[in-house]
């Protein structure tokens, strides 16, 4: 990378600008690779004169490899003491565990992303395509979704379906399923810790990951010497204690393994 800003292949402004500034530079045609969505950068309706790279290869490593995208996430629900029918709102919960042809009443886990199956969205014949919906006037599909049915959504749906009306999320399906499902391969889990671990874990990675961002800046743009390294690596293990962050990520990978 180092290389790369002396060629003056890397953007300048990298470590300065704001995220408008750099979708400005996108959408001005000034953009050559970054890693960013194309929401971000472009606009619904516009053509999107960028795609996927594949996986790249280099002399560590002669495969194309992907990490598979671990939707492993810990939600939580409470029923309180003043809940007269418990026994029907765990069959609620269930609901949202339901597949798409398990859904009950039009009702199943896409409810989280899409909303009511039939009333906000629908699926084609063959399934191989959806169409969001909009059941206010005057707002189109996806101001509505935001709006009323997943405001904390960045649009990612639990189905092997792709969108038959939004161009962006369309090109991303047809890209990903082109460039990166062939060579996905099991990535690491998502994990949980104990209190203190997790207590520890933060304070440490706090401090190591702000002097590794720092460093890693000033390696790229020269103010720090390549020479420097070895010198950069021995402060993470020895000042930064990155084998107490591996040890501890280690415990909670093999607690998660044994579970399993």
Known sequence: MNKLWSEGLIDKDMFTQTVQQMSAKYKEGKMGISSTSL????????????????????SKNSKLVAPK????????????NKCKYPEAMMRWIDVMYKSTDEAVNGLSGMMNFL???????????????YTRMSAVAGMNPTEYQNKFIAP?????????????????????AVESDKQYHPYMKE????LRYKAADQ??????????????????????VGDEPL????????????????????????????ANKSAK
């Open 39 to 58: 929401s971000n950068v472009v606009v619904a309706g516009q053509p999107a004169n960028y795609e996927l790279i594949p996986p790249l290869t280099s």
């Open 69 to 80: 995208l671990n939707f492993t996430s810990t939600g939580s629900f409470v029923i309180t």
């Open 115 to 129: 909303g009511e199956y039939g009333v906000d969205w629908t699926l084609s014949a063959d399934k191989k395509t």
């Open 152 to 172: 904390q959504s960045f649009g990612n749906v639990s189905t092997s379906a792709v969108p038959d009306n939004d161009a962006l999320l369309l090109i991303k």
């Open 187 to 190: 990535a690491f889990p998502s």
């Open 199 to 220: 207590e520890r874990l933060t304070l440490l990675e706090n401090d190591l990951n702000t002097y590794v961002e720092q460093m890693l800046a000033k390696f790229i």
């Open 227 to 254: 020479t420097k390294y070895d010198e950069f690596q021995s402060k993470i293990k020895k000042d930064l204690k990155i084998d107490e962050i591996i040890k501890i990520r280690q415990g909670a990978y093999d």
